[in-house]
């Protein structure tokens, strides 16, 4: 990820503040922590259109690479598991999904841990099941992920009876 101009794909938002505060106020630029697709051509008005896909700190990224790469955004995240019904969906937010994400140190395997609605361990089938389901759509939802995967990393997902851990980025 870098903080440079971009013309397309993923981006960190910058901001920088309005005519006519900049002809009598420093120069300052806000890095909002956002992650946004920059899409060229996207709106008549505009050349160049962007598209929300969460906060960078919640990204799964890979900090092991030359330049970090955000290889799961957080709406990646969120669309997969809004269509996995088997996901538990509670938490301080209502309707907040019981996941995480992480790399596991040392070596090049995506673990994706939710909390199931049921007991994995009394419905071990379905709870396999469910992390197929899950997997599939998180490939299906993630170019970066079907990328990565394909350059040699390894996604598990894990259903669970209790909350996954409270980190879900790198």
Do not use: N, W
């Amino acid at each position: 990820m870098t903080l440079r101009p971009v013309e397309s794909g993923l981006a960190m938002l910058v901001l920088t503040e309005l005519y006519p505060f900049v002809k009598t106020l420093p120069l300052i630029r806000y890095l909002t922590g956002d992650l946004v697709e920059v899409v060229p051509g996207a709106c008549e008005v505009d050349p160049v259109a962007f598209a929300p896909k969460g906060r960078y700190a919640r990204c799964l990224t890979d900090q092991a690479a030359t330049q970090a790469r955000v290889l799961l955004t957080q709406t990646e995240l969120l669309d997969a598991v809004e269509e996995t019904p088997e996901v538990l969906q509670a938490g301080p937010a209502m309707g907040e999904p019981r996941v995480a994400m992480r790399i596991e140190r040392g070596s090049r395997e995506i673990v994706v841990e939710f909390q199931s609605r049921f007991s994995s361990e009394y419905f071990a089938e379905a709870a396999r099941a469910a992390e197929a389901s899950l997997a599939r759509r998180l490939r299906h939802a993630s170019p970066s992920l079907r990328s990565a995967l394909d350059e040699g990393y390894h996604l598990k997902v894990i259903a669970t009876d209790r909350e996954p851990p409270a980190r879900s980025g790198s």
